[in-house]
């Protein structure tokens, strides 16, 4: 791979899908790498938070909604089929041999997707917003090769699930804790786009900001790495509570 590529590939289970999130950094890319994906209901909590302080267990346990943990930081997210998952893979340094900044081009990327879309947003510090409600939240991840920036697009996903399973801001906040907002929708917003509508627009804008991507299925350097992170992250139930990895 020489140049920007978009990586097709989907897995049924959310914790293999989180596995090939993190597999694509970990295989090292020469070239920028875009993945868009979906995850079933799930709740996903940033790699090093407390899922006591963010997630009501008992009615994911009672709904059947699993909790899992990523390997980036960040806030915690609602995970359903009415949203979209965007992960932006790049080298450490860029072309040109400068310092790459992750979040940086995650914010371009979605900003462009969202005027595509023909909606007005503005970019904050903890995600894309429009009016006072978060549309997107960012998160990053880094390696000594190489970076993750992901975002969660909300397209339909009503906000009352999301207050569903996530805790209110805490009386005692600490520095891993979410900072909530106010989430609305697309759909919320009176833009009723389906999910393959506003794949392209992502497409539209990754193109416009990174050229002509290439569309390829996972290389086997990835698909190795997805097996080896299944084995000792994402299929090791004390990663997801605690944070542990398998030896």
């Known amino acids: 791979m020489t140049g920007p590529s978009e990586v097709v590939a989907a897995f049924d289970d959310?914790?293999?899908?989180?596995a090939f999130d993190e597999a694509?950094?970990?295989?090292?890319?020469?070239?920028?790498?875009?993945?868009?994906?979906?995850?079933?209901?799930s709740v996903v909590v940033g790699r090093g938070q407390k899922i006591e302080r963010e997630v009501k267990a008992d009615v994911c346990t009672s709904d059947g909604v699993p909790v899992l943990r990523?390997?980036?930081?960040?806030?915690?997210?609602?995970?359903?089929?009415?949203?979209?998952?965007?992960?932006?893979?790049?080298?450490?340094?860029?072309?040109?041999?400068?310092?790459?900044?992750p979040?940086?081009?995650?914010?371009?990327?979605?900003?462009?997707t969202v005027a595509e879309l023909g909606l007005p947003s503005r970019l904050g510090d903890r995600g894309l917003f429009v009016g006072d409600s978060k549309l997107c939240g960012f998160a990053v991840f880094r390696t000594r090769t190489g970076l993750l920036a992901h975002s969660t697009l909300l397209v339909s996903t009503a906000a009352e699930r999301v207050g569903r399973y996530l805790t209110s801001a805490p009386s005692d906040p600490r520095p891993l804790d979410s900072h909530r907002s106010p989430v609305a929708s697309l759909a919320e917003h009176g833009l009723?786009?389906?999910?393959?509508?506003?794949?392209?627009?992502?497409?539209?804008?990754?193109?416009?900001?990174?050229?002509?991507?290439?569309?390829?299925?996972?290389?086997p350097g990835e698909l190795e790495w997805h097996?080896?992170?299944?084995?000792?992250?994402?299929?090791?139930?004390?990663?997801?509570?605690?944070?542990?990895?398998r030896k």
Request: no cysteine; hydrophobic share 40%.
């Open 192 to 219: 009723r786009k389906g999910v393959a509508e506003v794949t392209d627009a992502v497409r539209v804008a990754a193109a416009a900001q990174l050229g002509e991507l290439t569309t390829r299925k996972p290389s």
């Open 227 to 245: 097996s080896s992170l299944q084995r000792t992250r994402y299929h090791y139930p004390e990663w997801h509570s605690e944070g542990a990895q």
């Open 14 to 18: 959310p914790a293999d899908n989180l």
């Open 24 to 41: 694509l950094l970990r295989a090292a890319p020469e070239a920028p790498v875009l993945w868009i994906w979906r995850n079933t209901d």
């Open 103 to 112: 979040l940086e081009a995650l914010g371009e990327l979605m900003t462009a």
């Open 70 to 101: 990523r390997a980036s930081g960040g806030g915690t997210v609602f995970h359903d089929p009415g949203n979209l998952n965007i992960t932006l893979v790049l080298p450490g340094l860029g072309l040109s041999g400068e310092a790459v900044k």
